[in-house]
């Protein structure tokens, strides 16, 4: 678009179906980079990927011309295909219904960039469940508990 300068940051935080772990280790970091390559595809910029077994944080520079549901969608869908024609598991994986969606400042990148990095580390400590509630209430954002991801 002429004239449009934009600078918009998102981070995607979504769950597999049930919260299962089913995202192996091994060959994570395959799935994130497919995931990259959908993002780069839709002419966005993936900024991180990373995860544990049981769901995903993706940063993405959008454009205007992109929406954030539009994205998530296409990111889930063919993720998920990717991971069913891979064959990484015996049953049909699926991601969970919804999302999170956050947005962020450009002197926030780091800081969002290293958390997401570090989720290793993180979840030896918080929760899955902890983490996203400690999300939403930060960032000041009303729900119901009973609309949120599926818990174990």
């Known amino acids: 678009?002429?004239?449009t300068y934009s600078q918009i940051y998102i981070q995607y935080v979504f769950a597999v179906?049930?919260?299962?772990?089913?995202?192996?280790?091994d060959w994570r970091p395959e799935v994130f980079q497919y995931m990259?390559?959908?993002?780069k595809t839709k002419n966005q910029k993936p900024i991180v990927i990373n995860g544990m077994a049981d769901h995903v944080h993706i940063l993405v520079g959008l454009s205007p011309t992109m929406s954030v549901s539009d994205l998530i969608r296409d990111i889930k869908n063919?993720?998920?295909?990717?991971?069913n024609n891979k064959k990484y598991l015996k049953s049909n994986f699926e991601w969970q219904e919804g999302y999170g969606a956050f947005s962020y400042a450009h002197s926030q990148l780091d800081s969002v960039y290293n958390y997401i990095l570090n989720q290793k580390q993180h979840h030896q400590i918080h929760s899955f469940k902890d983490e996203y509630i400690e999300m939403l209430q930060k960032l000041e954002i009303e729900y119901n508990e009973k609309y949120l991801f599926e818990w174990l």
């Open 17 to 25: 179906k049930s919260r299962a772990c089913l995202l192996h280790e």
């Open 36 to 39: 990259a390559g959908i993002i």
């Open 78 to 83: 063919n993720s998920s295909k990717f991971i």
């Open 1 to 3: 678009m002429a004239n």
